[in-house]
């Protein structure tokens, strides 16, 4: 396998009611991917089929969620149109109100998970023009 990387992006997901990590991470998913558009691939490669691009395709899935352990990781995932896919989940995100926030600006319980997601290409598996 020789990765190479093809697309990076940025996501942001927030759950205003209900503290949902799970819901939260998908959103952010969902936000990174609608910024970008794989074009160029079948003309810097010979692809016959659309099963060639999903065989070559990883995504590399990394979350940012105040309480990781509060993801699922495998719904987060299936929020991904294709590819093989991986996801780590890490400490990060904000939850608010934070335990400093004033007690005038406090109000119900959000969520906010970050996602960063790379899209890799072997490109053993995809013959060069």
Do not use: C, W
């Not at 993801?71 to 991986?86: C, D, I």
């Not at 790379?118 to 060069?128: E, G, K």
């Amino acid at each position: 396998m020789d990765f190479r990387r093809y697309l990076v992006e940025a996501g942001t997901g927030i759950d205003l009611h209900g503290e949902d990590a799970t819901k939260a991470a998908q959103r952010a998913v969902k936000d990174a991917i609608s910024h970008s558009s794989m074009v160029g691939l079948s003309q810097l490669f010979k692809i016959k089929s659309f099963s060639e691009i999903e065989e070559a395709l990883m995504v590399d899935v990394t979350i940012a969620a105040p309480d990781p352990e509060k993801v699922n990781g495998e719904a987060v995932l299936s929020t991904l149109p294709e590819g093989k896919m991986r996801i780590n989940v890490v400490k990060g995100g904000l939850k608010f109100p934070a335990d400093s926030t004033k007690e005038e600006a406090k109000t119900h319980s959000i969520v906010m998970v970050n996602a960063i997601i790379v899209v890799l290409v072997d490109v053993d598996l995809l013959p060069r023009r």
